[in-house]
């Protein structure tokens, strides 16, 4: 996979360089290039923003720098271009899933305060992280860039791993626990330790049930839930343990 991003701070992406993207980069799986579209502005002092028609706070990013940076790009024209913006359509592990099938993704990001609305003609989609107001489109593509690569094939090196986490499964993950047994009295889970892989497979399905009743009951709409975890739901409603 091919990811290009556009971006006025480059160095911002520095941390690529490490964890998951490091090794899925290294492993060949994929390739991701940091274009910095002031390179591109035709004018003499390389700005790439002006004043808003019909007046307003703030400067506004113009496009030529970001569609001359764009059209660079060897296939851009059949890549799948997306621009950070708040105004776009709130991101999910969903749309995770469908950009990591993509051979080409180009992500576009936003600054000041905000791009020329013209740019829609030349991107696919805006993606927003939330709402909340971020300075620029740069955390929010790097957020994108690592929820995409670590579902790339190889990627993480276990597979199942990717199946288990939050989201995947429309529930939110189970809770984990590791050595020591006891820690300043807090125990592990006896169940867990008890070498009953039914009894465990229970009890990790009910906790995923439970803690997305308390935490993210909106995900349980969303859910494909099996007769089972709708009799686990239903001791959760009333304070029953498992």
Do not use: W
């Not at 099938?101 to 905000?114: N, P, R, V």
């Amino acid at each position: 996979m091919i990811i290009d991003v556009l971006t006025l701070f480059p160095e911002m992406f520095a941390a690529l360089n490490s964890s998951i993207i490091k090794r899925a980069f290294e492993k060949g799986i994929v390739k991701i290039r940091i274009h910095n579209f002031r390179d591109y502005s035709k004018k003499n002092s390389r700005q790439v923003d002006d004043y808003s028609y019909g007046g307003g706070a703030g400067m506004i990013q113009s496009l030529q720098a970001i569609v001359d940076c764009l059209r660079s790009i060897p296939g851009y024209e059949t890549a799948h271009k997306i621009l950070t913006a708040p105004v776009g359509k709130v991101y999910q592990q969903s749309k995770a899933v469908e950009f990591s099938k993509l051979d080409h993704l180009i992500i576009l990001c936003g600054h000041y305060e905000g791009i020329d609305d013209r740019i829609e003609n030349f991107v696919d989609e805006e993606i927003s992280v939330g709402d909340y107001v971020l300075s620029g489109g740069e955390i929010p593509a790097f957020a994108i860039i690592d929820s995409v690569v670590r579902l790339l094939p190889g990627a993480l090196g276990n597979e199942e791993s990717i199946d288990i986490e939050s989201f995947d499964g429309q529930l939110l993950e189970y809770p984990q626990y590791t050595r020591p047994e006891v820690f300043e009295g807090h125990k592990v889970p006896k169940v867990l330790i008890s070498g009953d892989h039914e009894k465990v497979r229970k009890f990790r399905r009910f906790q995923s049930l439970e803690r997305t009743y308390r935490r993210r009951p909106d995900l349980l709409a969303k859910a494909e839930l099996t007769a089972e975890d709708l009799k686990f739901l239903e001791k959760i409603k009333r304070g029953e343990r498992l």
